[in-house]
């Protein structure tokens, strides 16, 4: 069985402060992590995937994650907050075959103060 | 591409009525679609998977008999919520794995109250 567990269910950082967001997983074979995103009352965004190629991933909006296997993370990091960061963050994980779906943390809400 | 299309987005039913949630592939082919359920200010969590042409499979704890998962073609999926009581309020969202980069699209979600 796969899981995620996101340490922290809130996150508050200042305008411009850098953003962490941990998230640790448990896989019995090579996962497939992601991290989105959901602002109020929408659907989910897709920030940025992890698919066994390069260990630091890129994303939207300034942020990325950096694959640890020997500390089984993927925390979602971006150097300087924005206001508009405001939202819930959810990381999640997949096996990297098969028609399998994923399976969520419990989701971190990042508060931005000016 | 890999757009999957999720009717109503939004929906207010009477307790004890029936409401319908469709999603729809609108450019590929979904012989698989997974339906989660997200309670206010909680994580997404899996209902059921269903699979074009068979029988959905629901996870522990999710009434069948409730909540009713038809998958006749592969571009159409629908969630049925039967009887409807307030405790149904949540968002219900779709999603499909795509075959090209394994990664997943979602449906926009569908927020349902019973009143």
């Known amino acids: 069985a796969q899981s995620v567990t996101q340490l922290g269910s809130h996150v508050s950082v200042s305008e411009g402060a850098l953003v962490l967001l941990r998230c640790n997983y448990s896989?019995?074979?090579?996962?497939?992590l992601f991290w989105y995103v959901q602002y109020p009352n929408q659907g989910l965004q897709l920030l940025l995937k992890?698919?066994?190629?390069?260990?630091l991933v890129k994303g939207i909006n300034g942020f990325e994650a950096e694959f640890k296997k020997s500390e089984t993370s993927f925390h979602l990091t971006k150097p300087s907050a924005h206001m508009s960061d405001a939202a819930e963050y959810f990381c999640?994980?997949?096996?990297?075959?098969?028609?399998?779906?994923?399976?969520f943390g419990k989701g971190t809400r990042l508060s931005v103060i000016a | 591409g890999a757009v999957v299309s999720q009717h109503p987005s939004r929906v207010i039913c009477k307790s004890g009525t029936s409401v319908k949630i469709e999603c729809r592939s609108l450019?590929?082919?979904?012989?698989?679609m997974f339906w989660y359920r997200q309670f206010p200010k909680q994580s997404l969590m899996l209902m059921a998977t269903s699979n074009e042409g068979s029988k959905a499979t629901y996870e522990q704890g999710v009434e069948k008999d409730k909540f009713l998962i038809n998958h006749a073609s592969l571009t159409l999926s629908t969630l049925t919520v039967t009887s409807a009581h307030p405790e149904d309020s949540s968002f219900y969202i779709c999603?499909?794995?795509?075959?090209?980069?394994?990664?997943?699209?979602f449906g926009s979600g569908t927020r349902l109250t019973v009143v």
């Open positions: 992890y698919t066994s190629a390069a260990t």
């Open positions: 896989s019995s074979v090579p996962p497939y």
């Open positions: 450019d590929f082919q979904a012989t698989t």
């Open positions: 999640a994980v997949s096996r990297l075959l098969g028609n399998t779906p994923l399976v």
């Open positions: 999603s499909a794995r795509l075959g090209r980069d394994y990664g997943y699209t």
